[in-house]
């Protein structure tokens, strides 16, 4: 069993940065990929960033260029730094993590998920 716990969020103006992180514990993190999700109200949840046990990342085109996932291995930890932010990424993001080590954007291939952090942007 993986306990994933976010962290981070809170209000922002348009324009600016957060950065939301991670902490995993459970299983041996470094053989996992991890992902970052997010649903805004009345939206299906969507993904935004994933990185592999290799430190490869892969992201949604919508922020591209403006968000960045990392992960540091010795603390168990992912993180989402987000920049240039836009009131449209007003959303709870989600920690999730794959029992694989290979990245993924579809949500059905995530394993454990964390309890999500509000992120809202303001004009």
């Known amino acids: 069993q993986v306990q994933l716990v976010e962290s981070g969020g809170g209000l922002v103006q348009a324009g600016g940065s957060v950065r939301l992180s991670c902490a995993a514990s459970g299983r041996t993190f470094s053989n996992q990929a991890m992902g970052w999700f997010r649903q805004a109200p009345g939206q299906e949840r969507e993904f935004v960033a994933a990185?592999?046990?290799?430190?490869?990342?892969y992201y949604a085109d919508s922020v591209k260029g403006r968000f960045t996932i990392s992960r540091d291995d010795a603390k168990n930890t992912v993180y989402l730094d987000m920049n240039s932010l836009k009131l449209e990424d007003t959303a709870v993001y989600y920690c999730?993590?794959?029992?694989?080590?290979?990245?993924?954007?579809?949500?059905?291939?995530?394993?454990?998920w964390g309890q999500g952090t509000q992120v809202t942007v303001s004009s």
């Open positions: 999730a993590a794959r029992k694989s080590p290979h990245r993924s954007s579809s949500l059905n291939d995530y394993d454990y």
């Open positions: 990185i592999n046990w290799l430190h490869n990342t």
